[in-house]
């Protein structure tokens, strides 16, 4: 048997064995897909695993993330911190080897895969970010950026939306570091593909501006020409459509939809050994089975030791932008900066959102980002910057097209890449990203979505665009902040706030609206709007909190006015944070919200949640309804929103 | 001028002047597809306006719904209810004319749309309901059905990813009576589509087996012969991709992205008018402009009364099930029927809810529906029925594929065609089809989700695939109702729940693992589970109220025996529809809940909305953290939720 041979076989088997141990698991695609991964890990890839976090590496992106196994085995032959012991505790508690890739959990997992699709479009910001860190730190005569990504992809995550909005993107910037291997086995869990499936896979590909191959996935030789074909292609991404066989080798499921998400069962991998002449005890790894992997270890070690030697002999602005890209590094009075740039103004906190990012992107160099083609409405394109485009990648504006979950998709691929990136859309549309929204919390990166026009009162679109349940269900998100700014102080801190939360997401809610600048007591510290909530507007010995956020904090100080015309006692908090709020120390929040006085919160939307906020007698306004097409005064009164109506809801209960 | 010029003038420019009025809108659009919606409306559209619900009508669906004008004029000139000064009350408080068409708002309106690319899906979602309700009611000599589906779409609608995967599936599906118009008008809100979209989309959607045309927008006699073309094709659906100008006729805004989502301006509007010979005043209508729809319905009246003369004659079986289908009548002892066939088991719920589902499928014809891919999981197929499969439509299972978007729309389509249909996949992929099922409760739509894999007791899959927030993210949305069911009396009254629900979506959340069969009151009555909670086991004056869904009631009830050791005196409740429970007056959900007793939530998911229903005091025991990967077992131990470690907490608290 070849060295080649037996790494197939040794990735096969492993594999096999990991998901019988575990008794749960997905045999049939790593089987298939073995071959194909040791060609991709010994001939193309440039790693190198004792510094897995090499920034030119070459990236492999495993986006049927069911196939996890594949990934683990590979890894654990090519050298990386992953150890037999931790294959054989596949998916238990506490293990490096999930279930599907986690991101984090062991060196050489890039992403975190399994939801389909997603993989895919991060391999396109992976590859966009390649591009980007090329046309910023290389120069005529060195190269610190050129690596390729390598993705493998299953019938389900070409199937998905999410990876055809990110491929058409791919192939109008005309990727050609980006090699997508198609799993093309014409199985699905249902059973054949062709209960549902009979597109020309490869023909959409080419529409969209790639170069295609076809290839027997079980032809070593086939399989080297095309991916050597694939890696040469200039101008454009290449897509090989694989024709594989689900569990190859194994005797009656080989080819059936049973192998592909349950253990094979011990009969089965009897006779697949058996048949192979594999030895039948489990967790087997063959003699020369890491020799392939080895030999492409040696062989990039050199292209390794000289990018090292490039990257420490980097002087002036080349170095430290790199140091400052690399880095992330903040000024400590970051907050200050943002709200000296940040003059308050009667403007819709879209806008003035917009003017705190310009100021933060003279200071962050990796903050790139833009828009699902609402651009002019979310207002987050950095000036002076260029576009990102066809064969143009200094530029840090991004158009995404209208195609919100690819954005989404894109934006973690770039943020697993170093970038801190943005990504723009109507609050509403957050729907049609949110499994890229939750691996961007899963995964803990630091990305910064930038959704407008947060509530009815962007008016006449009426209830198709108005976010009604959308500011809550963000919040239930684990590890998502929402920040919901009032003015333009609360928007360079809900910028800065973003810049500064490096282990997770941010979510900005800001008005279409334009709003009125808060007032402020003498003294205020700004600081305090990061606990993510304050007391705005006291009064002695209140007997109502009125905890408000964005456009609604307005509506509750015209609110205190008129109630204090009724002889009452009013607080008004903003709250534009509620998860950092919740960090805070019990007592800490205890003293924004007061402990004797009822508590009433106003927000342009669902209101259930927030009585774990209020306790019991509090009062939460708000909408619980679809909204309506009118203009924003007309929907506040006919809602319910305006000062007059709160001040009356409180006042009637 | 004639009729036809007269009718395409009009529709522009009572599309203007209602934006203008409104000072709110989309003028552009409307400009650049008058001419091909009177194409269709006047020589290719079967419809009677004073018969608007006509089963067997063509349907037009306009993807592009921010041109909503277009349809409001097309329908204002057609003859259907909604006169001139419905068009003047464009984007008011409570008018026919919402910003973007609302379904049942105004009759010709087929469906609500606005957010991009859902009315592509609806549209394939009503051709297959054509085809599969000709399989129904069709007889060799008699035609009852035989509709077709026109769509007009934009770029935003074929960019959307849940675009292509319906697409993709009506291709597969050869929807030959489906033609949809792609508006390439080459511009987007952020300007050129060049900006970001270099797709060949004729080809892509070839790729995916559909005819495909190309034809300049504005020459009458081309637009004719391609829809003429479209329609007289066999075997796959059409595309004609027409090159149209946006704001056609608009002197200065012609072709520019300033035309898209403006009102044009007075200026802009005098001149435009003034180079088409138009009369100044607002909402004018020339001589003429409805004698094109007049002429059609005159030609579609015998077809019209053919059809109902056809209808009145069906006698027998037909005739039954055509009543059944239409009606949605079901026994008035449902859930009688329902639990008496589903046999209480210790099986998990995604199997109970099947059992119930088949008997369910007996009694109501127009169930119909499927998987995104994981039919052997969800356990949706109706037994006995057959498959929809590229020119069999008599079947009644659906394989969406790996498309849980597309497949949401597709769904909406069928709904709005009066079948009632369901569609499955794991409750974590419930986020890709968001957008989807808030469309659903936005137009009232009797849609059932099958959610399965309800919690992080899938085990081994992970993070990725473990619902957390998803729960409570869906109570979110109004109008849907989201049902838990612990055991196969309440997977009973889940689908009753969902039978008799037809003013609105239904969404399951059922386990994957097994459950034991919870053992209730002498005398219980199965109509309590339909308040949404109800006590399960009570206890005399007690000082604890365990509320719990699904999985969590066993917990409750193994936690109230160890509660009870310890000398407590413990309710446990069932919740499984907390929507249905909000509905119930006050005083009966304090019955339920208790008064004085200290209330506990145990749910395997996000804790902090629980506490409006909890109150002071009260204790949310749930996840508030991402899942892992592990045994199910180990999840309950390390996550807290065992019985012991559920009875821990609340002793320690």
């Not at 828009?371 to 409405?377: I, N, P, Q, T």
């Not at 995964?443 to 006449?460: I, K």
């Not at 102080?489 to 334009?514: D, M, V, Y």
Request: charged share 20%; aromatic share 6%.
């Amino acid at each position: 048997m070849s060295d080649f041979d037996a790494a197939v076989r040794t990735i096969q088997f492993l594999s096999v064995d990991a998901v019988e141990k575990a008794n749960s698991g997905h045999p049939g695609t790593p089987m298939a897909l073995a071959g194909i991964t040791v060609e991709i890990f010994s001939r193309h890839l440039r790693y190198a695993p004792k510094d897995p976090k090499w920034p030119n590496r070459d990236r492999f992106v495993l986006s049927c993330g069911h196939a996890s196994m594949l990934l683990y085995s590979t890894l654990h032959l090519a050298g990386y911190d992953l150890s037999l012991d931790d294959l054989k505790a596949f998916r238990q508690w506490g293990s490096k080897t999930a279930g599907h890739p986690e991101y984090g959990h062991a060196d050489g997992i890039e992403t975190t895969t399994g939801p389909l699709g997603q993989g895919i479009g991060n391999a396109v910001g992976m590859a966009i970010a390649s591009k980007m860190l090329a046309a910023r730190f290389n120069t005529d005569t060195e190269t610190l950026f050129d690596y390729r990504v390598f993705c493998l992809a299953s019938d389900g995550d070409v199937m998905e939306g999410v990876s055809m909005e990110a491929a058409s993107l791919a192939g109008h910037l005309r990727l050609d570091n980006l090699v997508v291997v198609y799993d093309d086995n014409h199985i699905t869990i249902d059973g054949s593909t062709e209960l549902s499936f009979s597109e020309d896979v490869a023909k959409r590909y080419e529409a969209a501006g790639w170069g295609t191959e076809h290839v027997d996935g079980h032809d070593p030789a086939a399989v080297r020409a095309a991916l050597d074909r694939a890696t040469a292609r200039k101008d454009r991404p290449s897509l090989i459509v694989a024709r594989t066989t689900i569990a190859k080798g194994a005797p009656t499921k080989a080819g059936t939809s049973s192998a592909h998400g349950s253990p094979l069962g011990k009969a089965e991998v009897e006779a697949t050994k058996k048949a192979a002449g594999w030895p039948l005890d489990p967790f087997h790894v063959a003699p020369g089975a890491t020799a392939p992997f080895e030999a492409r270890v040696k062989e990039v070690a050199p292209i390794h030791a000289a990018w090292k030697k490039l990257e420490a002999g980097l002087t002036g602005d080349r170095a430290a932008l790199w140091k400052r890209f690399r880095d992330k590094e903040l000024p400590s009075d970051l907050l200050a900066v943002l709200a000296q740039a940040t003059a308050p103004s009667e403007k819709a906190t879209r806008v003035l959102a917009g003017v705190a990012e310009q100021k933060l992107a003279e200071l962050m160099p990796g903050l790139v980002g833009g828009s699902a083609d609402l651009a002019g409405s979310t207002n987050t394109t950095i000036k002076g910057a260029g576009d990102v485009a066809p064969g143009k990648f200094a530029g840090r504006n991004f158009h995404f097209g209208i195609r919100e979950h690819g954005m989404g998709a894109i934006m973690n691929g770039l943020a697993l890449s170093g970038f801190v990136p943005f990504g723009s859309t109507f609050l509403i549309f957050s729907d049609y990203c949110r499994p890229a929204i939750r691996l961007s919390a899963l995964m803990h990166q630091q990305v910064v979505w930038v959704f407008t026009h947060d509530s009815v009162f962007l008016g006449e679109d009426g209830p198709t665009h108005q976010p009604i349940e959308q500011l809550w269900a963000l919040r239930l998100i684990p590890n998502l902040h929402v920040v919901r700014p009032a003015d333009a102080l609360e928007c360079a801190a809900a910028w800065a706030h973003a810049a500064s939360r490096k282990n997770g997401p941010t979510a900005f809610a800001l008005s279409r609206q334009n709003l009125p600048t808060l007032e402020r007591p003498a003294g205020f510290d700004p600081a305090r709007i990061q606990d993510g909530a304050y007391v705005l507007s006291d009064a002695q010995n209140p007997d109502l909190v009125l905890i408000a956020s964005g456009s609604e904090v307005h509506v509750a100080v015209q609110a205190k006015k008129i109630l204090e015309g009724k002889g009452k006692r009013v607080r008004v908090v903003s709250a534009p944070c509620l998860e950092a709020f919740a960090e805070l120390p019990e007592s800490a929040r205890a003293a924004v919200l007061g402990k004797d006085a009822r508590r009433v919160s106003i927000e342009a939307g669902r209101t259930p949640p927030w009585h774990g906020i209020l306790g019991d007698g509090g009062l939460a306004i708000g909408i619980d309804r679809f909204g309506a097409s009118a203009p924003a005064g007309k929907l506040a009164e006919e809602l319910g929103l305006t000062a007059e109506r709160v001040a009356a809801q409180i006042l009637a209960t």
